[in-house]
């Protein structure tokens, strides 16, 4: 075997071939799976997305694509780190969310670059949120709520899923709207979370509808309204009226999720990658899925490498002024 690969290795460069054309053309090779980052914990929004395109590239890749959950960090900064560590042979892949937007804005001394330190492989979904409150909370309805906070100041909270988070920046939104500062509990990622908040120990939560559609159908929490500037599609939400509708004018936010590499990706594995990614994105399963938890597949040309950077990079300029304006800074 070791003399296989020698003489091959010999063939491959007396032929003028690189290593990483030879491993683009076997890729993704039969014996290897695919690992999957979620940069937040099991049973999350981000990781629902990333465990759905993962059965559907199995199909398309022909490996095994393996979800691994590396919680922890502001904005799952512990996830991809790790994926920056990654060798960029296509074995490694994130699945992240608007924290590549607003990690600029939020995190300072942001120990990686999110324009040049990526390979950007294609947008996956869009995702509204919805503000959600724990089962005991007295309000049933958008404006009670607001005028119980607006008489319990200082002793509501708000739990999210740490700084530079979905939740996070659709909760300080929020208490700006408002003009309550609340105290934020923090988590590796909203499954823990939801668990606390359909507990009672933690008071409100916005979270993306790929987790809290569920929890709203059965009762476990209280909705009381979405963050987007139309009313969802989705049958469980559909009545569910908008933040913007119910007086908070304007308030728009949605979360978008895409997937990643590490930089210095053969461009032959990126390629297969994002054709891969597109399959998905055609893949009815997939849709049916995705729809059902309220989220919206791309269909457009961020499902290209090079439109999904230049789309977070416009998120990036789009944040930056909301995040300075709502003063939500961090170190
Ligand atoms: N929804 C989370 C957030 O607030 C992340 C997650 O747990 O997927 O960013």
Redesign the pocket.
């Known amino acids: 075997m070791k003399n296989f690969k020698h003489y091959f290795l010999l063939g491959v460069s007396l032929l003028g071939l690189n290593w990483s054309s030879v491993q683009a053309a076997d890729f993704p090779n039969k014996d290897r799976q695919i690992t999957l980052i ?1 940069p ?2 099991a049973g ?5 997305v990333a465990r759905d395109l993962s059965e559907s590239l199995r199909k398309h890749l022909g490996v095994p694509v393996v979800v691994e959950n590396d919680a922890g960090g502001p ?2 900064l512990i996830g991809a780190s790790k994926l920056l560590r990654a060798a960029p042979d296509g074995y490694t892949l994130m699945v992240h ?3 590549m937007g607003i990690f600029p804005s939020l995190v300072k001394n942001l120990p990686f670059k999110v324009d040049t330190d990526f390979e950007y492989l294609g947008m996956i979904n869009d995702v509204p949120m919805t503000l959600i409150g724990k089962p005991q909370l007295p309000a049933n309805n958008y404006k009670e709520l607001k005028a119980w906070v607006l008489q319990n100041k200082g002793q509501v909270n708000m739990a ?3 700084l530079a ?4 920046l ?1 909760g300080m939104l929020w208490q700006a709207t408002i003009q309550v500062d609340m105290a934020t509990v923090p988590y590796k ?3 823990p979370a939801m668990t606390d908040l359909i507990g009672g120990q933690v008071d409100l939560l916005c ?2 509808t790929t ?1 809290t559609t569920s929890q709203i159908e059965g009762k476990k929490v209280k909705a009381f309204g979405v963050t987007t500037l139309k009313r969802l599609a989705t049958p469980a939400l559909k009545d569910l009226p908008t933040l913007d509708e119910q007086g908070e004018k304007g308030f728009n936010v949605t ?1 978008w999720h895409g997937l990643y590499g590490p930089k210095g990706m053969p461009a032959d594995v990126a390629l297969k990658i994002n054709n891969a990614l597109k399959s998905s994105l055609k893949d009815p399963e997939f849709i049916k899925k995705q729809e059902g938890l309220g989220a919206v597949v791309i269909t457009d040309k961020r499902s290209d490498p090079a439109e999904h950077k230049r789309f977070v990079l416009s998120e990036v300029t789009r944040w930056a002024p909301v995040i300075k304006s709502a003063a939500i800074y961090a170190d």
């Open positions: 979620v937040f914990a999350g929004p981000t990781d629902r904005g799952g969310h608007i924290a999210n899923a740490g988070s979905a939740s996070q659709c990622g909203t499954a979270d993306q987790s979360i």
